[in-house]
């Protein structure tokens, strides 16, 4: 990985350089006044890597890479199989009546098989290897490519000299072994990228563009441009984020927001790209398309989980970029050594083969890249992106969880309150006053009403003054909406938001609004509690309301009207006395403290500058992905330390075996092997399951 930064580095003009191996991509910042891609591309290639820009690779090659290796694994499985079998009948004859011809024959045949099946199957390996050594460098591929090469050249000339001690069997079975490892690993890795490149695949058809003369024409959705108006039919999707510019109609929002319920759109709704369009024909008009979308923003986030360096993942990148060169000096070791007591060089070569073999630190470089993959692949089937890598790890060690109010603890809509107890005149006189309004409360009055009354008359000639309120004449009275003092009426500051409605001289009428929670804001509280973490609501609103909300949700701590550098005073208090924040938020004033927390997170429908603070950012209307992230979390960094553990055990106990020659190379492949596909197996486990 260094070795891809370092050479990127080196091509003047080029600022910053990284690069991710699970994405397989470098991400780089230049002056193109001083250089291009292609000369990055160039300066990779010297060192023996294949590059291509972004855009010439947008095909996902990733079923191409897994049909590549699953054709060497059935190969390397058949040989394998069919060489154990003559191997098993030679050694079962050996000091008992199998004429030694016969018995040379099997061992003829074993080379012809392994011989091709080597060479095919073994080239994932000796391609990366001789990359590496192209570009002056190790990685772990020189030295498995080194043991199979010495295990069958030496068992090839074994064979001619008709000596007993062959070892295809081994080199067959280490890169059988090996490529299902690495293809376990590819098709994890698949499924992450996959799962946010289909997203994309779903805006990225032919939509049907509107001129201004009403003419249609299909076009490709990513040659679609703001202002453009597009007609989706019933069953189509959208091809780009817009607004609904005529029509009444139901889409299907999952993709975005995790929701199964339809959603209802009508003129000025906001739909994103990759909609499903469900009752009615709509037109739509065009905020942005292709690139610049909601779904592409998604992919973005999705691949961002793989960029950069968690602090587990660079210590095992240093181990392994470490371990290449002390595995040639354990195999140079190996074969001195027992050459210096007096082994024949066939015996101090096999040793020095096996030792080889079993220090490969296949299980060592996966350790960590895996379990990072498979654990933001589960998040995000949960409607959870990981936008950092080092996110899952600091998510883990949090034990507070402090929640901004609105919008994130509760939905930011604000809901009627006691709607039953308003008489139904002049809830619906109130309600037709509101109806040409877009304020929030006057869509939350209208919005009481019709699931009271049915329907509400619009009001005509309704006149609207900025900061005041509503107001109509009518031919008896002048009705207005609004503030109290709108509506002459003195004091009015409780626990909630008030909008009063007058009509004449008549009494004026209250009424309140309170911010709906998230449905399973309480819920969540709860799950929070029992993991044994603490919990505390921070809020800029008043303090009546922040206690009523905290009440609710089941918060014991809570504090209002605090401003931006009272939350970051707050969450330094909590650092200074040893403790981790989980800050949830999504405002603008917001931004800071994500910045500040340990960890942080934010809805979907957040200020753009509170995602960009956020480590992670979940979808939909439930506060449950902030449990489902921790306990993801938690699990990824367990599995972590034991593909660790795994990894060193394996090595502390095999290694001296093997240099202590009780290890063939046979028994070192199958051991090395099953070690890799182990820690692989293991962060598959965090990667299954359906979405709750």
């Known amino acids: 990985m260094r070795s891809v930064e370092r050479a990127a580095m080196r091509v003047p003009g080029v600022a910053t350089a990284r690069a991710s191996l699970a994405a397989k991509r470098l991400t780089a910042t230049y002056d193109p006044a001083a250089t291009c891609e292609a000369d990055v591309i160039a300066a990779l290639d010297r060192v023996g890597f294949e590059a291509a820009t972004l855009e010439e690779s947008k095909e996902d090659r990733g079923d191409q890479r897994q049909k590549y290796l699953l054709r060497r694994v059935a190969v390397a499985g058949f040989a394998a199989m069919n060489i154990m079998l003559i191997s098993i009948a030679v050694w079962s004859g050996e000091g008992g009546d199998m004429d030694p011809a016969l018995a ?26 001789y990359s590496a050594l192209k ?16 295990a069958t050249g030496m068992s090839i000339y074994q064979t001619m000299e008709a000596s007993e001690q062959v070892y295809f069997d081994a080199a067959v079975t280490l890169l059988f072994f090996l490529l299902v490892g690495r293809y376990l690993d590819e098709a994890l890795r698949v499924r992450a990228r996959g799962e946010a490149q289909n997203l994309l695949s779903l805006q990225n058809g032919i939509v049907t563009l509107v001129a201004e003369g009403g003419s249609q024409t299909k076009v490709p959705a990513s040659a679609l441009r703001p202002g453009d108006r597009i007609l989706v039919a019933v069953g189509e999707r959208v091809g780009a984020d817009g607004v609904v510019a005529h029509g009444t109609g139901e889409v299907d929002q999952s993709l975005i927001t995790g929701e199964t319920m339809p959603v209802g759109v009508t003129d000025g709704a906001e739909v994103y790209a990759g909609t499903l369009n469900l009752t009615r024909s709509l037109e739509i008009e065009v905020t942005a398309a292709d690139d610049a979308t909601l779904l592409a923003e998604i992919s973005r986030l999705m691949m961002a989980a793989e960029q950069g360096k968690a602090r587990y993942r660079v210590l095992a990148d240093r181990a392994a970029q470490i371990y290449a060169p002390a595995v040639h000096g354990l195999g140079l070791a190996t074969f001195v050594g027992w050459l210096v007591f007096g082994a024949s060089w066939q015996t101090a070569l096999t040793y020095a083969i096996a030792v080889l073999i079993i220090t490969c630190p296949c299980a060592l470089a996966l350790a960590v890249p895996v379990v990072q993959i ?37 939905l930011g809509e604000p809901q009627l309150l006691d709607a039953g107890n308003v008489p139904a005149d002049t809830l619906a006189a109130a309600a037709s006053l509101a109806s040409g309004s877009r304020h929030p409360f006057s869509r939350a009055l209208v919005a009481a009403a019709e699931e009271r009354l049915g329907s509400v008359e619009v009001a005509r000639d309704v006149e609207e003054t900025p900061g005041e309120g509503l107001s109509v004449k009518t031919a008896r009275s002048e009705e207005r909406l609004g503030s109290a003092a709108w509506c002459g009426v003195e004091g009015a500051a409780g626990q909630t938001a008030e909008v009063w409605y007058r009509r004449g001289d008549d009494e004026p009428v209250c009424f309140r609004f309170a911010d709906r929670l998230r449905p399973d804001a309480a819920e969540t509280v709860a799950a929070l509690k029992a993991r044994g973490l603490a919990v505390a609501l921070l809020s800029g609103d008043r303090e009546g309301v922040v206690a009523r909300t905290a009440r609710e949700a089941g918060i014991d701590v809570f504090v209002g009207e ?129 979405r709750p």
Not at 384 to 405: N, S
Request: aromatic share 6%; charged share 15%; with cysteine.
């Open 104 to 129: 040379q024959m099997f061992r003829w045949l074993s080379a012809l098989i392994a011989l091709p099946t080597v060479i095919y199957a073994g080239e994932p390996f000796f391609v990366s290897a």
């Open 374 to 410: 498979a654990a933001a692949s589960r998040l995000f089937k949960r409607g959870v992106m990981v936008k950092v890598p080092d996110g899952l790890e600091r998510i883990a060690e949090v034990d507070t969880v402090v929640f901004d109010k609105t919008g994130t603890l509760t």
């Open 562 to 690: 605090l401003k931006p550098a009272g939350k970051i005073s707050w969450l330094e208090d909590c650092a200074n006395e040893g403790r981790k924040v989980l800050m949830v938020g999504d405002g603008l004033n917001d931004a800071p403290a994500l910045a500040a927390a340990h960890a942080s997170m934010s809805p979907a429908t957040a200020a753009d500058i509170s995602q960009r603070a956020a480590d992670f950012i979940f979808q939909g209307r439930a506060l449950s992905p902030v449990v489902e992230a921790i306990k993801t979390g938690s699990r990824a960094r367990t599995m972590a330390f034991q593909n660790f553990g795994v990894a060193l055990v394996y090595n502390a106990i095999c290694v001296p075996l093997a240099m202590a020659g009780f290890v063939t190379p046979l028994i070192a492949a199958i051991v090395m092997s099953s070690s890799s596909i182990l820690v692989t197996l293991n962060a598959t486990r965090l990667a299954g399951g359906p």
């Open 135 to 150: 570009g002056r460098r190790l990685n772990m591929d020189v030295p498995i490519s080194l043991a199979i090469i010495l």
